[in-house]
């Protein structure tokens, strides 16, 4: 009875796995591959190390071990090099197509350009083909597994990020409060010098009868 459950769950979970490898909305396969744990040293454990290389390997991967792997059918093996050109790009931004030809096992551009198509469409891939000079340029990659090294350089990248933002912050910071010191500036000298506008005015407002008394006196004299 053990022995009935177990194959009846193996073939639920190889079923599960082909429609997910199958599936034009599924990169994400950490949930999957943890639940199939179970399929190892089993009949099954083809299908297992199959979407341990979904998960994390690339086309070349399955292609050197592909006779002791399961057969995969066209749109399996599409998804398999969509996979593999996101992680490509994982740390590049630059793809050449002669460096995706070989690690996707395609052996021309035009088929190489509707798998990138597809990865457009697909929306786990933006960017910018340049088919004068065959190449890609990466704009943006989702929706997929990454590798423990490919996580150490997403983290590098968004430690080099984070720094980069702290310094232009104390950059902005420091301009705004130079800006600041200096309105202050502006402002005092301002206040300064309205001040002694007014004490000039009430200077020349107080002097202003002398003046005109003393000069009365002097006609006076010369009548």
Not at 209 to 219: F, G, I, L, T, V
């Amino acid at each position: 009875k053990q022995w009935y459950q177990r194959r009846v769950r193996g073939e639920l979970l190889v079923e599960d796995i082909r429609r997910a490898l199958s599936s034009d909305s599924t990169f994400f396969f950490t949930d999957l591959l943890e639940n199939c744990n179970v399929l190892l040293n089993t009949e099954y454990e083809p299908y297992l190390k199959l979407l341990s290389i979904f998960s994390a390997g690339k086309y070349l991967n399955f292609a050197e071990n592909a006779g002791n792997l399961p057969e995969l059918n066209e749109v399996e093996l599409t998804k398999l090099r969509i996979l593999t050109i996101l992680r490509m790009s994982s740390n590049k931004r630059v793809l050449k197509y002669s460096d995706m030809l070989v690690e996707t096992g395609l052996s021309s551009s035009r088929d190489l350009e509707q798998v990138i198509i597809q990865s457009i469409q697909h929306n786990v891939l933006d960017c910018k083909i340049d088919e004068a000079n065959e190449q890609v340029f990466v704009n943006q990659i989702s929706g997929y597994n990454v590798t423990a090294e490919q996580q150490d350089y997403l983290l590098d990248s968004l430690a080099k990020w984070s720094e980069s933002c702290r310094t232009i912050t104390e950059s902005m910071q420091a301009d705004v409060n130079n800006a600041t010191c200096k309105l202050k500036t502006n402002v005092k000298e301002t206040v300064e010098f309205q001040k002694a506008v007014e004490a000039a005015k009430a200077s020349v407002k107080k002097e202003k009868p002398h003046r005109e008394a003393s000069s009365a006196k002097s006609r006076k004299r010369l009548a």
